[in-house]
Every structure is written in structure tokens, then in C-alpha cells.
């Protein structure tokens, strides 16, 4: 599933929105760390009956946000 997904993102064939799961597939992220983004205001979602959906416009907002990795700094 994984792989799939990977896929998608990388063919820009992402659908609109993106559940938590797909979400936290594409980020290499858990669930809390996905739903603690979404808590600091630094993701947004949609709420569609129960379901958590995250725009993919917020996803790629989010990725370009994210610091830039620095040789040394870990």
C-alpha cells in the first residue's frame, strides 16, 4: 500500500483529498504526529461526516513548510 501511494505522489495522481492514513503513508509519519500537525494549525483537513480528509493542497503546503535538511545537524 505504501508503494502505491508513493507512486501516486510521484506521478501526481494524488486525489484531492487525503485521508489520515494516506496521509501518514506519503509523510512517513504516525498518526499522533499527523494529528499534533493538525492541532498546531500547521495542517489543515476537512471533517466529511466522520472521516478526517487533508486537502492535498494543504499536504503540499505542509512538505515545503518542513525545515531543509543540513549535513551535521542530526
Known amino acids: ?3 502505491k501511494q508513493k507512486e501516486k505522489f510521484m ?3 494524488l486525489p484531492k483529498l487525503l485521508s489520515i ?4 503513508d506519503l509523510a512517513g509519519l504516525g ?3 499527523a494529528y499534533q500537525e493538525l492541532s498546531a494549525g ?3 483537513a ?3 461526516g466522520r472521516r478526517t480528509l487533508i486537502p492535498v ?3 503540499e503546503k505542509w512538505v515545503e513548510s518542513q ?3 543540513q549535513s551535521g545537524q542530526y
Do not use: Q
Open 1 to 3: 500500500r505504501i508503494h
Open 11 to 13: 506521478t501526481n495522481k
Open 21 to 24: 492514513n494516506e496521509f501518514c
Open 31 to 33: 498518526r499522533t504526529k
Open 42 to 44: 500547521r495542517l489543515s
Open 46 to 48: 476537512v471533517k466529511i
Open 57 to 59: 493542497t494543504s499536504f
Open 67 to 69: 525545515p531543509a535538511y
